[in-house]
């Protein structure tokens, strides 16, 4: 990660042969990045995780989302259904499809899971 920190535009393995490695500094040249398939997985895997754990800085106004929204996207985030929820929580489905709607509408989330990345993004703990 250093190197790719300092600017390394490729990365061939020690038994790369003659030609790759002229191929690799040709399309280094050209602007091009050069990765093995194995590294480029692990890294597109490490920057996965990374995004994952890092908050993201919110530009608009914290959300201010009620206890029982704030319990229901807890429940949410651990992947429950419209049904368990509605049971863990005693409400009707009906109940907890209206709070998530509105949960979604107010912090601009087009899915369940972009509420939650946006909800814990706000500093909710909602943990999953």
Do not use: W
Not at 26 to 37: F, H, K, L, M, S
Not at 40 to 68: N, Q, W, Y
Not at 93 to 102: K, L, M, P, W, Y
């Amino acid at each position: 990660m250093a190197a790719v920190r300092s600017g390394v535009m490729g990365y061939l393995l020690k038994d790369a042969s003659a030609s790759e490695l002229v191929a690799a500094v040709r399309a280094v040249y050209r602007g091009e990045a050069v990765c093995p398939p194995q590294l480029c997985s692990t890294l597109f895997r490490f920057v996965a995780h990374m995004i994952e754990e890092m908050p993201v800085k919110r530009s608009g106004p914290r959300p201010d989302l009620t206890i029982r929204q704030q319990q229901l996207m807890v429940l949410v985030a651990k992947g429950l259904t419209n049904k368990e929820i509605a049971s863990h929580l005693n409400l009707s489905e009906f109940t907890v499809r209206n709070h998530i709607h509105n949960i979604l509408k107010q912090v601009d989330a087009s899915s369940r899971s972009e509420a939650v990345q946006t909800i814990r993004a706000y500093g909710y703990s909602i943990s999953s």
